[in-house]
């Protein structure tokens, strides 16, 4: 009896042990899903352009800095990277210096299989000779992503301030570069009020003119007023005959301040600024045709293979951004190309500001098509017109 109950119990034991073993291996837990990189992943609840904002902002942030070589407008960015690494937590790392320095080391460096830069911003000459020949850059406008960057209701015209027709090139400054500059104790209000005034006899010999034979505001305001079909190569002949032409800039605004000449034209506007600063009687007119506008140098590219592509997007929206615009002219005092960037807080001069009623014309200097096919026939009238420095 104690044997049949043994028997029974280990028959048991022997079934509960079969029926644990025939269960086999556990199943393998099921691995939990990637968590998404930094680079896709966005706040919840964002949508549109500000998704891809924040997505860029964070790959940004992991490529650390963003490399800009800029000519005239270099300070100027240098004194605002403290502030665009503390918004954005991106290092922006300036290298400035003349135009044809930046561009010659862009070529070397490129030459080399070097591809540092992100952005090259400099004048429309640099570009035409050198950046769109190389092939050096990338399309602008798919960089877009603020609404008010992208949105042409904001810049002047209701359009971007495209330099080619490739949009490759955008020059993001428009200030009014002014071409007479009168001493107030030898020119009466309202005696000059058109460039043709200067013809009168009574100006027969007062007139200095800075040398439009030569690269910078002369040559340009020339080439724009003949250009723009302002004034005509018969302007230009009659007034070569009122005052001499006079090539070093401060000699003009200082014969102009110590009374010896009573007009200039086409001054140097920071020699001007500065004997103005200094008390001098000096002022700027308005001709009623008008004025030209200038980009100064403010022409931007982003490079192809650049090496932080995320950075320069948010770099480039930063800096056509009305923040990143007013930035730029608190330090340079020269209006942008968007139309929300003047008044109170602006950083402008009202001489450096566009002003309702003041005719404004394009920079030939600025126009791409003029820069490759017309440039040279105008510097030829040039040298033709005003002949030998006197």
Same mark, same amino acid.
């Given at each position: 009896?104690?044997?049949?109950? +043994?028997?029974?119990?280990?028959?048991?034991?022997?079934?509960?042990?079969?029926?644990?073993?025939?269960?086999?291996?556990?199943?393998?837990?099921?691995?939990?899903?990637?968590?998404?990189?930094?680079?896709?992943?966005?706040?919840?609840?964002?949508?549109?352009?500000?998704?891809?904002?924040?997505?860029?902002?964070?790959?940004?942030?992991?490529?650390?800095?963003?490399?800009?070589?800029?000519?005239?407008?270099?300070?100027?960015?240098?004194?605002?990277?403290?502030?665009?690494?503390?918004?954005?937590?991106?290092?922006?790392?300036?290298?400035?210096?003349?135009?044809?320095?930046?561009?010659?080391?862009?070529?070397?460096?490129?030459?080399?299989?070097?591809?540092?830069?992100?952005?090259?911003?400099?004048?429309?000459?640099?570009?035409?000779?050198?950046?769109?020949?190389?092939?050096?850059? =990338?399309?602008?406008?798919?960089?877009?992503?603020?609404?008010?960057?992208?949105?042409?209701?904001?810049?002047?015209?209701?359009? @971007?301030?495209?330099?080619?027709?490739?949009?490759?090139?955008?020059?993001?400054?428009?200030?009014?570069?002014?071409?007479?500059?009168?001493?107030?104790?030898?020119?009466?209000?309202?005696?000059?009020?058109?460039?043709?005034?200067?013809?009168?006899?009574?100006?027969?010999?007062?007139?200095?003119?800075?040398?439009?034979?030569?690269?910078?505001?002369?040559?340009?305001?020339?080439?724009?007023?003949?250009?723009?079909?302002?004034? =005509?190569?018969?302007?230009?002949?009659?007034?070569?005959?009122?005052?001499?032409?006079?090539?070093?800039?401060?000699?003009?605004?200082?014969?102009?301040?110590? !009374?010896?000449?009573?007009?200039?034209?086409?001054? =140097?506007?920071?020699?001007?600024?500065?004997?103005? !600063?200094?008390?001098?009687?000096?002022?700027? +007119? &308005? %001709?009623?045709?008008?004025? &030209?506008?200038?980009?100064?140098?403010?022409?931007?590219?982003?490079?192809?293979?650049? %090496? @932080?592509?995320?950075?320069?997007?948010?770099?480039?929206?930063?800096?056509?951004?009305?923040?990143?615009?007013?930035?730029?002219?608190?330090?340079?005092? &020269? @209006?942008?190309?968007?139309? =929300?960037?003047?008044?109170?807080?602006?950083?402008?001069?009202?001489?450096?500001?566009?002003?309702?009623?003041?005719?404004? @014309?394009?920079?030939?200097?600025?126009?791409?098509?003029?820069?490759?096919?017309?440039?040279?026939? &105008?510097?030829?009238?040039?040298?033709?017109?005003?002949?030998?420095?006197?």
């Amino acid at each position: 009896m104690n044997y049949a109950r +043994l028997l029974m119990v280990g028959l048991i034991a022997l079934l509960f042990l079969g029926l644990s073993c025939s269960s086999g291996k556990a199943p393998a837990p099921v691995p939990a899903a990637p968590a998404p990189t930094t680079e896709e992943r966005a706040s919840p609840g964002m949508t549109g352009w500000e998704a891809e904002w924040e997505k860029t902002l964070k790959a940004a942030q992991k490529e650390g800095k963003v490399v800009v070589y800029a000519a005239t407008p270099g300070p100027a960015l240098k004194e605002a990277s403290a502030g665009f690494k503390k918004k954005f937590g991106i290092t922006m790392e300036v290298l400035t210096g003349p135009p044809g320095d930046i561009r010659n080391k862009i070529v070397a460096e490129r030459a080399n299989g070097l591809n540092i830069q992100d952005l090259f911003i400099t004048g429309m000459n640099s570009h035409s000779v050198v950046s769109l020949v190389q092939n050096w850059p =990338d399309p602008i406008e798919p960089e877009f992503i603020l609404p008010e960057v992208k949105d042409p209701k904001y810049w002047l015209d209701g359009k @971007h301030p495209f330099q080619d027709d490739q949009k490759t090139v955008l020059g993001f400054l428009r200030y009014p570069t002014m071409n007479i500059a009168v001493n107030t104790k030898m020119v009466k209000e309202g005696e000059i009020t058109s460039y043709f005034d200067l013809l009168k006899p009574q100006w027969t010999g007062k007139v200095i003119i800075n040398d439009p034979r030569v690269t910078g505001t002369a040559f340009n305001a020339f080439s724009t007023f003949v250009w723009n079909k302002v004034l =005509d190569l018969d302007y230009f002949r009659q007034i070569v005959k009122q005052g001499p032409v006079i090539r070093d800039a401060t000699t003009q605004i200082d014969w102009l301040a110590k !009374e010896k000449y009573p007009v200039v034209l086409w001054p =140097d506007t920071n020699e001007v600024r500065r004997y103005q !600063e200094a008390g001098a009687p000096i002022e700027w +007119l &308005y %001709p009623r045709e008008g004025v &030209y506008l200038s980009m100064d140098g403010a022409g931007a590219i982003m490079l192809k293979q650049r %090496p @932080h592509p995320n950075a320069s997007r948010i770099f480039l929206n930063w800096l056509l951004s009305r923040e990143g615009q007013i930035e730029i002219q608190q330090f340079m005092g &020269y @209006h942008s190309a968007r139309v =929300d960037t003047a008044g109170p807080g602006s950083g402008l001069a009202p001489i450096n500001t566009r002003q309702e009623g003041v005719k404004y @014309h394009p920079d030939a200097n600025g126009d791409m098509n003029w820069l490759k096919n017309e440039q040279n026939k &105008y510097q030829a009238w040039a040298n033709e017109i005003f002949g030998e420095t006197r």
